[in-house]
């Protein structure tokens, strides 16, 4: 990809190399707990809910310690990358919003290391990239590229399939697809309520197609072989290969993510469309 000379995003949210709540200073600790004690008696109410911190987890009020750590030149040639990719998302969607009389509103996106607090709760980085519908952000520890590569989707574009991935999340909240969905998934059966995950995936998926399909029209970014590289992402991360890699039989049912094959075609149909209309992976189930 011809990224280098690409517009970076001011969405960034960086949590890296920073310390959780036991490594902060006695004193700036101390005085957080007590505002918010005050708050806590004052209102009667957890104001971590007010903050948008809520969800029963610990405050973590970050603290920057510097880095100098090996590999922190190539971890900042990934931010650079994600800053890149996560301002094409904003420029692909915007044009699409735009011309269907929207204007669209942007996720951010948060770079962490290890662990991380959201509206959606504590997560590991062992998850991967997600996206929490709660807060509107995306999650990504860049230590997930390499797991990437291990699974055989390398190259820039694969990189940026997962995060273009991810704000098709987003774009589903926005279109209160995701709330639909799980309301209705808390009335089906566990083998049904699958299916709609894998659904709801897939259309993620054809999502990631139509941001490219978009972008590529205003910046000229891709170069020979990165189309083949985001279809060969999508089948490396499909279910039934992690099931194989994983050494479990093969077993539909329990996929949420869709098979190698039809998260490679979904990606190609909103590639080739360019057009939310031909996304909707649900059709079959209505
Ligand atoms: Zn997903």
């Known amino acids: 990809m011809r990224w280098r000379d690409k517009r970076r995003s001011s969405n960034i949210e960086d949590r890296r190399g920073r310390r959780g709540p036991r490594g902060r200073k006695r004193m700036g600790g101390g005085l957080m707990l007590l505002i918010i004690l005050g708050l806590f008696l004052l209102m009667g109410k957890n104001p971590l ?19 100098s750590l090996p590999g922190s030149a190539q971890k900042d040639e990934n931010a650079e990358f994600v800053s890149v990719i996560l301002a094409s998302t904003e420029d692909a969607w915007g044009t699409v919003f735009k011309r269907a009389g929207y204007q669209y509103k942007a996720p951010k996106l948060v770079l962490f290391n290890d662990t991380v607090s959201s509206a959606c709760g504590m997560t590991s980085a ?14 990504i520890d860049l230590g997930f ?28 909240n926005l279109q209160g697809i995701s709330m639909k969905i799980q309301e209705l998934q808390r009335r089906v059966s566990k083998r049904q309520a699958n299916r709609l995950s894998t659904l709801t995936e897939l259309q993620a998926d054809c999502y990631a197609g139509i941001w490219i399909n978009n972008y590529e029209k205003q910046a000229d970014i891709l170069e020979r072989g990165d189309i083949e590289e985001g279809i060969r992402a999508a089948a490396s991360i499909g279910d039934d290969r992690m099931q194989r890699n994983a050494g479990q039989r093969i077993n539909p049912d329990a996929f949420t993510h869709g098979s190698s094959r039809e998260r490679a075609q979904w990606f190609k149909i909103g590639m080739k469309y360019g057009s939310l209309k031909k996304c909707d992976t649900f059709s079959t189930v209505r």
């Open 49 to 67: 809910n007010l903050l948008g911190l809520g969800g029963g987890s610990v405050p973590s009020p970050y603290e920057s310690t510097t880095s």
């Open 126 to 139: 062992a998850t991967g990239p997600f996206y929490c519908p709660g807060d509107h952000k995306v999650y």
């Open 145 to 172: 590229f390499r797991e990437l590569n291990r699974m055989g989707a390398t190259g820039d574009f694969a990189r940026a399939y997962v995060i273009a991935h991810e704000v098709g999340h987003h774009i589903q």
